[in-house]
């Protein structure tokens, strides 16, 4: 892949408008500052495009998800993705999970976070420039208030004017949908809890829950003054993975780079200086990189912490370099390698400043030596380890997902008494044995002992004569604990405890599990 | 006050305050912190008119919502009275055999029972029950006065030799030292040891068990398998309450000890007490 192809090579006269904007962040700014406010110019390009698909995708997933029906039988709800906190259960498809398979959720949140380092490594902070919910949700915010109030400059026109009706209006109708999405918002979180058909009825008619309305109460007011009010300053103070994230970046990370071996020295008056016989670089100092910048940098300062590499400046760049007939890329993604190597090439080894004709031929096609991204890096020993691992920790949760027990036994034996004697000198043992049916439907379980011969049992509510082998009926996806003594009789006591095992087993399904228990005797206790 | 001091580097007026050369700026207070605090000045005025709050000489003021901790309490105890009481009122006109037969009553009678278990019973019986000795095992299935429902309610509600309860269960083996000689004691003894399938010497398992049958059988039984109607035990089973080998009983013989259980009944009332049957019966050894 080439970045820096060029759909019109070409000279072209077309002039380009220099925009008036100081960047609002900047490495060497002062610390204590009050907020200045900042009004991204719209951006056009691939990289808008993109975010607009990942914004419908990743919005549609958030609000849409909760009300996708999933059949699972009479005894089950129907609801695709539901975290059913009442009865502890969660359901996501097919697949149903009880409060002791919560490992699954923990397996996923490290598959999510070797997901982030993979991705990281590769190509730089996509997570912040795409898909975080900040990210999205300020993106929708954004286009709202373009919508009521008109681009960059009618915005800070608007924002400069003193009160009228018409900033009022404008002003009231922009909070008032930012506040409609913050409470759609809040209110599609609470879905993921509940039946999300019934509990829109009961939230409409004020029959829900209190802790609905407070949630939904929360979120609403997290999403608009995160994403409405506060924007940028989120990621910049208030959020830890910036921060993390310089750890995780090496010198192969695709990250937004503004290419100075290329662009500087930056001119306005590009031409004249060129007639002067100076060296020009491609970058016509037009500032509209900085203008579309929702975090308010100006990228050709460097990589900084404040970029959530959104590419957005990419975009405007590409498309003055289009306007202008320069081959795109002055901004690009790039890795620090290959920013270092064209870098030496234009300043001759870091010995002289800037020269454009150090990477230029006499026609103004860059020389052959000029590095461009090769997706090969992406393919080297940091991110195929942390492939591996994700895909290890994924493999493994779908084998044990595939090969997980619906139906289990746990027993407990009593502690006090440990046994008892009885008035024929045979001994007693007591059990709590719980049947697990995790299974939507209802099912007969046959309940058993392997090993103690001579023991017979009696199970509590279910029979009172003493067997070895019991029928029980166990409700579909509930647990069962059933009150169990085993008896042995006196002249197959021996003085040391014995081991054996309780067995629950579903015929139909030959579903099986068994759970190793103690007998204690008067001679020994385990 | 001490003359005012600006900052050189940073051009603001310093507190006053310093150490070892270090001056502390004079800094406004972050605008979000300060009406923060207003906003808690104000809530802390509302709280007051609201909420009993200012103490006075025998009390405090009232507030304006009425609020209690103490009525919060009982509303909360009723609640959870009026959550239980149907069940309850129904163990209450229930019999035990309907208690027991029905799953719902059956688990809060247990579970309710098993509660009063070990705050009114642990003392003598032990944490789970199982006794120990003179103190009987209600897990197994040797009962001196019966070990169905209805016989262990009436054991608990009106104890074993409880003087102050008329209706109490009362038994007492008398003292044979004046009955029996003490060779005769031990023929008896070992008589009774011989029941529990352990031989002896017939020399004295012979007599014994004529002096048994002459003086024995009415409370013990013929074949020493007790007498529930009059709470006199087995004494051909495995279980020992008093007296374990041939000395301890013949020393039982000689100079019985007896328990005493208090009645239970007026103390707890009688749907505890129900629900205490319920729990012992569910023990193991219930019949």
Known sequence: ?526 | MAEKHIDELSGIETTGHEWDGIRELNNPLPRWWLWTFYACILWSVAYAIAYPSIPLLTDATKGLLGYSSRAELAADLDGAKIAQGGILEKISSSSLEEIVADPQLNQFATAGGAAAFRVNCTPCHGTGGAGGQGYPNLNDNDWLWGGDVNALYQTIAHGIRDPADSETRISEMPAFTDILKPDEVRQVAAYVVSLTGTPRDPAMVEPGKQLFADNCVSCHGEKAEGNRDLGGPSLADAIWLKARGEAEIAKQIQSPKHGVMPAWGARLGDVAVKQLAVYIHSLGGGE
């Open chain 1, 1 to 526: 892949m080439n970045l820096y192809t060029s759909p019109a090579l070409g000279p072209s006269d077309a002039s380009v408008e220099r925009i008036d904007v100081q960047p609002v962040h900047s490495p060497g700014k002062p610390l204590y500052e009050k907020r200045k406010k900042i009004f991204p110019k719209r951006a056009e390009g691939r990289f808008r495009r993109f975010k607009w698909l990942v914004m419908l995708i990743t919005l549609g997933i958030y609000y849409l998800t909760p009300w996708i029906r999933w059949d699972r039988g009479p005894f089950a709800p129907d609801q695709a993705v539901l975290v059913d906190l009442a009865s502890r259960r969660f359901y996501f498809f097919f697949i149903e999970i009880w409060p002791q398979e919560f490992f699954y959720v923990a397996g996923l949140l490290v598959m999510a976070g070797f997901g982030l380092f993979l991705v990281t490594s590769a190509v730089g902070r996509a997570w912040c420039g795409y898909t975080c919910p900040q990210t999205v949700w300020v993106d929708l915010f954004l286009v709202v208030e373009r919508f009521f109030e008109g681009d960059r400059n009618a915005r800070i026109k608007l924002d400069a004017a003193p009160w009228s009706l018409d900033k009022l209006w404008k002003r009231v109708a922009k909070h008032a949908t930012w506040l409609a999405i913050a409470v759609a918002t809040g209110g599609a979180w609470i879905f993921y809890f509940a039946d999300a058909p019934s509990l829109a009825f009961d939230f409409v008619t004020g029959q829900a829950a209190l802790v609905a309305y407070s949630t939904v109460a929360i979120l609403t007011a997290t999403t608009y003054v995160l994403g409405g009010l506060l924007r940028e300053q989120v990621c910049i103070y208030m959020c830890p993975w910036p921060r993390i994230q310089a750890a995780m970046l090496d010198e192969s990370s695709l990250v937004v780079t503004y290419n100075d071996w290329r662009g500087e020295p930056r001119s306005r008056h590009a031409k004249k200086a060129a007639a002067a016989g100076q060296p020009v670089g491609d970058c016509v100092d037009c500032n509209a990189c900085v203008a579309v910048c929702p975090m308010g940098i100006d990228i050709r300062e460097g990589q900084q912490m404040a970029c959530i590499t959104c590419a957005l400046c990419i975009d405007a760049c590409d498309g003055v370099m289009d306007k202008i007939g320069k081959p795109r890329g002055l901004i690009a993604y790039a890795t620090l390698d290959e920013y270092d190597a064209n870098m030496a090439l234009a300043t001759s080894g870091g010995t002289t400043a800037i020269d454009p004709a150090g990477v230029r031929n006499p026609d103004g096609s860059f020389i052959d030596k000029v590095r461009h991204f090769d997706w090969r890096v992406i393919f080297r020993l940091r991110t195929l380890i942390y492939f591996g691992v994700w895909s290890a920790v994924g493999l493994g949760l779908v084998f044990s997902l595939l090969s997980r027990d619906r139906l289990e036994v746990n027993v407990l034996h009593d502690r006090n008494p440990q046994f008892v004697l009885e008035s024929d000198g045979s001994i007693r043992n007591g059990y709590t044995i719980r049947l697990l049916n995790m299974i939507p439907e209802p099912r007969t379980i046959m309940v058993s002992m392997e090993g103690l011969p001579e023991a017979t049992m009696k199970i509590a509510g279910v029979a009172d004569v003493p067997g070895r082998l019991f029928a029980v009926q166990v409700e579909p996806d509930k647990t069962l604990a059933l009150k169990v003594f085993v008896t042995l009789p006196k002249d197959a006591v021996s003085s040391e405890a014995v081991d054996f095992h309780f067995v629950a087993e579903d015929r139909p399904s030959h579903e099986k599990d068994s759970y190793s228990a103690v007998f204690n005797t008067p001679g020994a206790r385990k």
